[in-house]
């Protein structure tokens, strides 16, 4: 197997998404990134945030038309409110592992499963009265 190289952005990049549970878009992941790495550009960013997704170091959410990234990769849920956009995590672990247990498909065997619940947060159903 080969390996990949991380390169030390991408390594900023991972250190900073694990150090948060906020599920930040990649314009907020590059102002904090920035300040360790003030040459580094948004357009670096972007790149190196969409190749950790697809090598699946980092999961990446879409909420509104726009991504989100999260770096923990474990089975869990998200929770993403319709009106303000935020993202909580349910932690869950038996519901992903019941519901790849019990799909029954003669063309998929599914491997991993991404369960989003979407509502409106306590926040903006006060909001809401």
Known sequence: MVQKRKTIQMQKILDYL???????????????VKKDIPSITLATVYRNLNKLAEDGMISKL??????RFDAD?????????KNC????????????????????SKKFSPT??????YGVCTKCKKKMK
Request: charged share 30%.
């Open 85 to 104: 956009g935020e993202i909580f995590e349910y932690l869950d672990k038996k519901l992903p592992k019941k519901i790849l247990k019990n799909f029954k």
């Open 18 to 32: 694990s150090s948060v549970k906020t599920h930040p878009k990649a314009e907020t992941v590059y102002k904090a």
């Open 73 to 81: 990769c474990s089975l869990h849920e998200h929770c993403i409110c």
């Open 112 to 117: 991993s499963v991404n369960v989003i619940f």
């Open 62 to 67: 879409e909420v509104n038309g726009e991504f």
